[in-house]
C-alpha cells in the first residue's frame, strides 16, 4: 500500500503551512518593528513617511534611555517584584493545589468555583479596591503592597495548573514509596515533586512575565521614587512629546531578561504546557 501523500493532503499542509506564516508575520511584527526603531536613528523614528527596512543602525538611542532617567533602579524592583511573586507563588500555589487534589475536605468543591471566578474578574474593575485596602494596611507605595497585589492575580492559575499536573501523577507511586518507608512528606518530595518539574517550570515562566509585564497597577500603587521597569518607560513622554526611538530602545533592553528567560527554559515550559492538559 503507498504511503504517499495525496495532492489534497499535500495542498492542505500547504495551506497550514501558509496560515502558520502568516500568523508568525502578524505576532512578529511588532517585535520586529521596536528592534527597528532602537536601532535607527531618532530623527527617522518621527519620520512620517517611515520606512520598512532600516535605513541606517546607531546605539545612540540605547545611550539616551540610560540618561534620560534612573535604570538600573526601576529594573531591580522590578526584579524583586517578579521574583518574589514566583518564589511565594509557588510555594503556596503548590500547596494548595496539593490539598485540593489529593485531599477530600468539605467545601473542596466550592474552592475550585472560586479559583476559576476569581481569574474571570477584569483586573481594571479591582483597581480601587485594592488601592483602598492597601492604603488601610499601610501598604501603598511599597513593594510588599505590590507584591502581594500581583500574588492574588497570579496564584488562581498557579494553584489551578498545578492542580491538573498533581491529577495525573497517579498515587499509588506515593503509596508505594510509603510502603518501601518513606513517609508522607518524603513520598512527595522523592516522588512527586521530581514528576512536577515541567510544570513548576511553566508556571514559573508565567507568573514572572505577568509580574514583569505588569504596567497599570505598578502605576497606581507606586510613587515615582519606587517605579518600576514598566513605568519606568513613561519618562519618555513629556510635555514637548515623545521620544520614541529612545522609548523603543528602553522597551527593548526590558525584553532582554524574558527572552533570555524563555530561552534556557523552553524545553521544560513546552512539556509543562502539554503535559499539564493530558489526562494520565
Given at each position: 500500500?503507498?504511503?504517499?501523500?495525496?495532492?489534497?493532503?499535500?495542498?492542505?499542509?500547504?495551506?497550514?503551512?501558509?496560515?502558520?506564516?502568516?500568523?508568525?508575520?502578524?505576532?512578529?511584527?511588532p517585535?520586529y518593528?521596536?528592534?527597528?526603531?532602537?536601532?535607527?536613528?531618532?530623527?527617522?523614528?518621527?519620520?512620517?513617511?517611515?520606512?520598512?527596512?532600516?535605513?541606517?543602525?546607531t546605539?545612540?538611542?540605547?545611550?539616551?534611555?540610560?540618561?534620560?532617567?534612573?535604570?538600573?533602579?526601576?529594573?531591580?524592583?522590578?526584579?524583586?517584584?517578579?521574583?518574589?511573586?514566583?518564589?511565594?507563588?509557588?510555594?503556596?500555589?503548590l500547596?494548595?493545589?496539593?490539598?485540593?487534589?489529593?485531599?477530600?475536605?468539605?467545601?473542596?468543591?466550592?474552592?475550585i468555583?472560586?479559583?476559576?471566578?476569581?481569574?474571570?474578574?477584569?483586573?481594571?474593575?479591582m483597581?480601587?479596591?485594592?488601592?483602598?485596602l492597601?492604603?488601610?494596611l499601610?501598604?501603598?507605595?511599597?513593594?510588599?503592597?505590590?507584591?502581594?497585589?500581583?500574588?492574588?492575580?497570579?496564584?488562581?492559575?498557579?494553584?489551578?495548573?498545578?492542580r491538573?499536573?498533581?491529577?495525573?501523577?497517579?498515587?499509588?507511586?506515593?503509596?508505594?514509596?510509603?510502603?518501601?518507608?518513606?513517609?508522607?512528606?518524603?513520598?512527595?518530595?522523592?516522588?512527586?515533586?521530581?514528576?512536577?518539574?515541567?510544570?513548576?517550570?511553566?508556571?514559573?515562566?508565567?507568573?514572572?512575565?505577568?509580574?514583569?509585564?505588569?504596567y497599570?497597577?505598578a502605576?497606581?500603587?507606586?510613587?515615582?521614587?519606587?517605579q518600576?521597569?514598566?513605568?519606568?518607560?513613561?519618562?519618555?513622554?513629556?510635555?514637548?512629546?515623545?521620544?520614541?526611538?529612545p522609548?523603543?530602545?528602553?522597551?527593548?533592553?526590558?525584553?532582554?531578561?524574558?527572552?533570555?528567560?524563555?530561552?534556557?527554559?523552553?524545553?521544560?515550559?513546552?512539556?509543562?504546557?502539554?503535559?499539564?492538559?493530558?489526562?494520565?
Amino acid at each position: 500500500m503507498s504511503t504517499a501523500a495525496t495532492p489534497g493532503h499535500r495542498k492542505s499542509k500547504a495551506g497550514w503551512n501558509l496560515l502558520g506564516l502568516l500568523v508568525f508575520v502578524i505576532a512578529g511584527f511588532p517585535v520586529y518593528w521596536m528592534l527597528n526603531t532602537a536601532f535607527k536613528p531618532a530623527k527617522d523614528a518621527i519620520d512620517p513617511d517611515p520606512s520598512l527596512l532600516p535605513t541606517g543602525v546607531t546605539l545612540s538611542n540605547f545611550s539616551r534611555a540610560l540618561d534620560i532617567a534612573d535604570f538600573w533602579g526601576p529594573v531591580g524592583r522590578s526584579l524583586i517584584v517578579s521574583l518574589s511573586v514566583v518564589v511565594i507563588g509557588m510555594v503556596v500555589g503548590l500547596l494548595a493545589a496539593l490539598a485540593i487534589s489529593r485531599f477530600a475536605f468539605r467545601g473542596r468543591k466550592i474552592v475550585i468555583v472560586g479559583i476559576l471566578a476569581v481569574q474571570m474578574i477584569p483586573l481594571v474593575a479591582m483597581i480601587i479596591p485594592v488601592f483602598l485596602l492597601l492604603n488601610d494596611l499601610d501598604q501603598y507605595d511599597k513593594l510588599s503592597g505590590l507584591i502581594i497585589t500581583y500574588l492574588t492575580f497570579i496564584l488562581p492559575f498557579t494553584v489551578w495548573t498545578l492542580r491538573g499536573f498533581i491529577v495525573n501523577i497517579p498515587k499509588e507511586l506515593e503509596e508505594a514509596a510509603m510502603v518501601d518507608g518513606c513517609s508522607r512528606t518524603g513520598a512527595f518530595v522523592r516522588v512527586v515533586f521530581p514528576l512536577l518539574a515541567p510544570g513548576l517550570v511553566a508556571t514559573s515562566v508565567y507568573g514572572f512575565i505577568q509580574a514583569w509585564n505588569e504596567y497599570l497597577y505598578a502605576l497606581m500603587l507606586l510613587s515615582q521614587d519606587h517605579q518600576t521597569a514598566t513605568v519606568w518607560l513613561a519618562n519618555f513622554t513629556t510635555q514637548h512629546g515623545t521620544e520614541y526611538a529612545p522609548m523603543m530602545a528602553g522597551a527593548t533592553m526590558l525584553a532582554v531578561p524574558i527572552v533570555v528567560l524563555f530561552l534556557l527554559v523552553q524545553r521544560k515550559m513546552a512539556a509543562g504546557l502539554t503535559a499539564g492538559a493530558v489526562k494520565g
